[in-house]
């Protein structure tokens, strides 16, 4: 029997209860939705005692199945004021499923302005002071506690920007080697961890099992037929294991929808110097590791290791949209410098999309010039100082747009845009527009239908035949979010069917079902229809599904192109909860 692990921050208690009722069959993003759209009241505080930080493995954690580890965490948004999942990788994912835990649930808040530390092993659960962990980064705060926990254990913390409950907030959590490099990076989950006074989360895996299978020998079968699946096809096997996502710099720039100089401009010039093939090759001369997997058990391995010119250890391969923000958004060219305030971002614990962005915003206002590698350091240490400037920056692009009067600001529902221009790939437009999270490229991916051909071919710059697409993406995403799946099966899962079916064959032999692919999609439209109830009790409504206005009326070079999907075509993404 799976478990729900309730931590009470006012008392201080940790109680296990058995999963309720209704909240069976659903794991990661199902679940952490569910319960916040459940026990979470829409209005409240995002920093207040209201408020619930949830953290779930999906349904196929635990499991011998590849890729299958990615932990989802959900709350209400500070960032966006509605509802919020944000996966990671890591190892905590896989850690608490062996442990029977389907979710972890942070409630209420501490009298005091205190901090604290969760253990959660097999036998013993508890809530133990962490003040002398005040102040610290992520790196430091896990050095620090693997002095006292160990290195058999996994780490989940926070770093200052958590603790001053920014919006750009993350949550980190260690990869294998025990680097605070994975995050849930979007919506400021980190500022309501913050606010919970929870600096850190040890587990200790041991003595924990794989989880239970209904049917062994169907889901070993299934799970092979998977992992085949991921060998065969070129972007699992071959793309993202050599390239890393930053393999997307030269796709997307030869595209014309690379955001540039806050999306300005579709093409950067400087592309080449931070694409996915640049960064292959100053790994392998300075004899990093261009391919390493992120958990236990990821066959695809797209996250390599950055070192510096002395080969020595920078950060974990900066991903695309971190390499776009700090890049191409604010015209830098200069992998170094981005590799570094990769791991600025790691330590202070911020979203590295949206910190692109604001700095991006700032520089059009003139903060600092485009182009400016070292400007952009000096701003990225401003907010690890908690400076007034850092603070500002640290709030998220919207926030810094208000403060420095600038128009052109990329927010949906108060949350920046990733690395995809809505002029040039309008399906990923759409679902920038209507997903619940805000701006999330992750939450229905048409750039592969759009750009990369996979699964589909629907023409980028046409405004048909996008919302149906960003609609069933969508409903697959949830889905794909809810099995702890890391998302780039899915290149594997849309283009090969058999993927898609070993998918489903290890869901019902893990739990006994017998569902079908419809049924599939039925679950992701459920989750769908909880997030989008919360946001309208929340008091969101069909305007907040719209792209910023200058989207609409500022020609995108090279196309020359608007962003012309009808309001009334987004309207109808969510026709299917009509029904
Ligand atoms: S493919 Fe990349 S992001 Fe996904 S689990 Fe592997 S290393 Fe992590």
Redesign the pocket.
């Known amino acids: 029997m799976f478990k729900i692990l309730r931590v009470n921050m006012a008392d201080l208690s940790v109680k296990s209860e058995d999963l309720p009722e209704a909240y069976q069959g659903l794991g990661g993003r199902g679940l952490t939705s569910a319960i916040v759209s459940t026990e979470v009241e829409p209005t409240c505080s995002p920093i207040g005692p209201n408020n619930k930080l949830i953290f779930a493995p999906g349904l196929l954690g635990g499991t011998n199945c590849a890729?299958s580890g990615r932990i989802s965490v959900g709350g209400k948004s500070p960032l966006t004021e509605g509802i919020k999942e944000a996966n990671s990788?890591g190892q905590a994912g896989g850690y608490l499923a062996r442990l029977g835990i389907a979710a972890v649930v942070i409630e209420g808040m501490p009298a005091e302005e205190k901090l604290y530390k969760l253990f959660i092993g097999k036998d013993k659960c508890e809530l133990s002071p962490a003040d002398d962990l005040k102040g610290l980064g992520n790196y430091a705060t896990v050095d620090r506690l693997k002095g006292e926990f160990g290195e058999k254990v996994g780490f989940v913390s926070i770093g200052q920007a958590g603790e001053w409950k920014l919006v750009g907030a993350s949550i980190a959590f260690t990869d294998k080697e025990l680097r605070p490099t994975r995050h849930a990076g979007r919506g400021g989950l980190g500022a309501v961890m913050g606010s919970k006074g929870l600096k850190a989360i040890v587990i200790d895996p041991a003595g924990g099992e794989l989880a239970p299978l209904a049917d062994k020998e169907a889901f070993k079968a299934a799970s092979k037929r998977f992992a085949k699946a991921l060998q065969e096809h070129p972007v699992t096997s071959q793309g993202?294991p050599t390239y890393g996502t930053d393999i997307l710099i030269n796709v997307i720039n030869e595209a014309g929808g690379l955001p540039t100089r806050n999306f300005s401009s579709g093409r950067f010039e400087g592309a080449e110097k931070v694409s996915g093939e640049t960064l292959n090759k100053i790994t392998v001369e300075r004899k990093g590791n261009p391919t390493h997997?992120?958990?236990a058990g990821?066959i695809?391995?797209?996250?390599g290791i950055f070192v510096d010119e002395k080969g020595e250890y920078v950060s974990k391969w900066p991903e695309y949209e971190t390499v776009w923000a700090w890049g191409p958004n604010c015209g830098i060219d200069d992998l170094d410098a981005i590799a570094r305030i990769d791991r600025g971002c790691d330590d202070i614990g911020l979203d590295t999309i949206e910190m692109g962005n604001s700095v991006a915003v700032a520089m059009e206002a003139g903060i600092k010039e485009f182009g400016d590698a070292a400007g952009a350091e000096e701003m990225l240490g401003e907010i690890g100082k908690g400076t007034p400037l850092g603070r500002v920056l640290g709030s998220g692009a919207a926030v810094v747009g208000k403060t420095f009067g600038v128009r052109r600001v990329p927010v949906v529902k108060g949350q920046a845009l990733p690395a995809y221009d809505p002029r040039a790939v309008k399906g990923i437009g759409v679902t920038y527009a209507t997903s619940p999270m805000g701006a999330d490229h992750t939450a229905g991916y048409a750039v592969a239908q759009n750009i990369m051909k996979v699964g589909g071919d629907v023409d980028p710059l046409k405004p048909e035949g996008q919302a149906k697409l960003s609609s069933d993406l969508q409903a697959v995403t949830a889905v794909v979010d809810a099995t702890g799946l890391?998302l780039?099966v899915a290149f594997a899962a849309m283009d090969i069917e058999d993927a898609f079916n070993a998918i489903v064959d290890m869901v019902n032999a893990k739990y006994g079902l017998s569902l079908t692919g419809d049924d599939v999609t039925s679950l992701g439209q459920r989750i769908l229809g909880m997030e989008r109830d919360f946001n309208r009790r929340a008091g969101f409504t069909e305007a907040d599904d719209r792209l910023p206005e200058f989207f609409k009326f500022e020609k995108l070079p090279p196309h020359n192109q608007v962003f012309d999907v009808p309001d009334e075509e987004l309207d109808t993404v969510f026709n299917f909860l009509k029904k």
């Open positions: 890729n990788g993202l997997g992120c958990m990821c695809i391995k797209c996250s890391c780039f």
